[in-house]
């Protein structure tokens, strides 16, 4: 049985205990730049660093204090996967484009262990691998499917486990078949986005944090843009807000929805128990509706677990409960393990749960991540700054998207709809177990 959480469990990251992002000096806002770029997480820091090497004169806004939205809080998966399968894919953009997608996935993933290396950031980065759980039948076939494309298609060491090899990845009975990869890997998010800070101020890029950008507004040869401290006029501006957009721009807004991603971290376990039940000491994830995602600590001496959330307001108890039993349900041995941190994050999710980039007139985009934005975020951003540089060739990519023209409907920047659509996934994901157990 999972007890309730202890009242000393932390609601800030778990990431946080070894990483305090220092604040930035507070500086002077120059009237005129290049580059405005809105959001300081991974996309935004990703194309001010692209964009100060090429000479711009670039300017980063938060509203808040860098490392406090997704960037410094989420899972450390470093995955770069896609929501749709492949199949969803071709169905919906043709056979160029999803295999566009999946080809710039293996280079998005390089691209940033080769930025890892050259700029020196230590982030416990580790090439892992991953271990991809499949509870029924179906799902292992589909897994089967998959591992086959990535290993023919792409060249990536993939294959599937099945029976008693299972427990050679993870000590569970809930799976009777997973994919493992090779090509993913695991780091440590708040250190990731520290490094990149330093790297992009180090570049000569500006970055004003608790600065809010309220707004935007044309002009001739580009946009006026209104902050908390001032105006500024930029030759572009670039709009890297993901799951915090807020209502500086109400058209994004509602295209782009907001949804809560949750983690609890369990308290140090010894490594007999980390052997029985990470014995690969991978990064997990499974099929089912709510997404669960789960990893070793860096150190290996503690699993972090995460899911949907499923809440839009206040930090009710009831999402942690629900992660307990989950993590209990995968490893019973861990029912009642004591938590050392419960906290959660925004995603952002668009109408087709794909990330794209688009601009409109001098406004760039790079959004939508559907919770695995740490290889994504990197790689748009980098790509959203050779759009405005104007670099045909690198700009080019399979998430260069026209602007949504159709907002999320009956959605107007609050997600009544979340808790709904959560307990219809619960539903399905209960009903599948059932049927499971039954077969
Ligand atoms: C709990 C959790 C777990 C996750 N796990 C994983 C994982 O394991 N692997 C993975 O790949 N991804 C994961 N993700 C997703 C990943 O963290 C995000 O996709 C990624 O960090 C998005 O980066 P970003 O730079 O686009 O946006 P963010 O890091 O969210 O930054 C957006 C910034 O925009 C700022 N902003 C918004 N409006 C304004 C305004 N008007 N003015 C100024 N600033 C503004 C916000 O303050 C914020 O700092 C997870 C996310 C969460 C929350």
Same mark, same amino acid.
């Given at each position: 049985m999972s007890k309730l959480p202890e009242p000393s469990v932390k609601s800030t990251p778990y990431w946080w205990e070894d990483c305090i992002i220092p604040p930035q000096p507070v500086r002077g806002i120059d009237p005129t730049c290049d580059v405005v770029i809105v959001g300081g997480g991974y996309t935004g820091l990703s194309a001010a660093i692209e964009l100060a090497r090429a000479g711009q004169h670039v300017q980063l806004f938060d509203r808040? $204090?860098? &490392?406090?939205a997704a960037s410094g809080r989420n899972? &450390?998966?470093a995955s770069g996967s896609i929501r749709p399968g492949r199949k969803e894919l071709v169905k919906r953009f043709g056979e160029a484009r999803a295999s566009g997608i999946a080809h710039e996935g293996k280079a998005a993933r390089e691209d940033l262990w080769r930025f890892l290396k050259e700029e020196n950031i230590d982030c416990d980065f580790h090439l892992s691998g991953l271990f991809d759980g499949a509870m029924t039948v179906d799902e292992a076939e589909e897994l089967r499917r998959h591992a086959e494309f990535l290993h023919r298609t792409l060249g990536i060491e993939a294959f599937t486990v099945d029976g008693s090899e299972v427990k050679n990845y993870i000590g569970t009975d809930l799976y009777v078949a997973g994919l493992v990869r090779k090509d993913i890997g695991g780091l440590q998010p708040a250190k990731l986005l520290a490094g990149m800070i330093e790297v992009a101020s180090s570049a000569g890029a500006l970055l004003h944090e608790n600065t809010a950008v309220l707004g935007s507004s044309t002009e001739r040869g580009g946009v006026r843009v209104q902050t908390a401290r001032g105006e500024v006029f930029a030759r572009k501006l670039l709009v890297c807000? +993901? &799951? /915090?957009?807020?209502? #500086? +721009?109400p058209w994004l807004r509602k295209r782009l929805v907001p949804v809560r991603s949750r983690i609890i971290a369990t308290e140090q376990l010894s490594p007999d128990v980390m052997d029985r039940v990470m014995p690969a000491r991978m990064m997990h994830g499974d099929m089912r509706k709510l997404s669960y995602y789960y990893r070793p600590s860096p150190d290996g001496t503690r699993i972090l677990f995460g899911g949907r959330d499923g809440t839009t307001e206040g930090d009710p108890i009831a999402p942690t409960v629900h992660l307990q039993t989950e993590l209990a349900r995968l #490893?019973?041995?861990? $029912? &009642?393990v004591g938590l050392t941190h419960s906290w959660f994050g925004y995603v952002a999710m668009h109408r087709d749960m794909v990330p794209r980039m688009f601009s409109s007139g001098h406004t760039v985009y790079a959004t939508g /991540?559907?919770?695995?934005?740490?290889v994504w975020g990197r790689w748009l951003g980098q790509k959203a700054a050779f759009k405005i540089l104007g670099d045909r060739e690198q700009s080019r990519s399979a998430f260069d998207f026209d602007p949504p023209p159709k907002a999320v409907p009956f959605y107007n920047g609050r997600p009544w709809f979340i808790p709904l659509v959560y307990s219809m996934y619960e539903r399905h994901d209960r009903k599948m177990l059932r049927e499971r157990k039954k077969s």
């Open positions: 808040q $204090a860098l &490392g406090h899972g &450390g998966m807000t +993901d &799951g /915090y957009t807020d209502g #500086f +721009d #490893f019973p041995e861990l $029912a &009642g /991540y559907c919770g695995s934005g740490i």
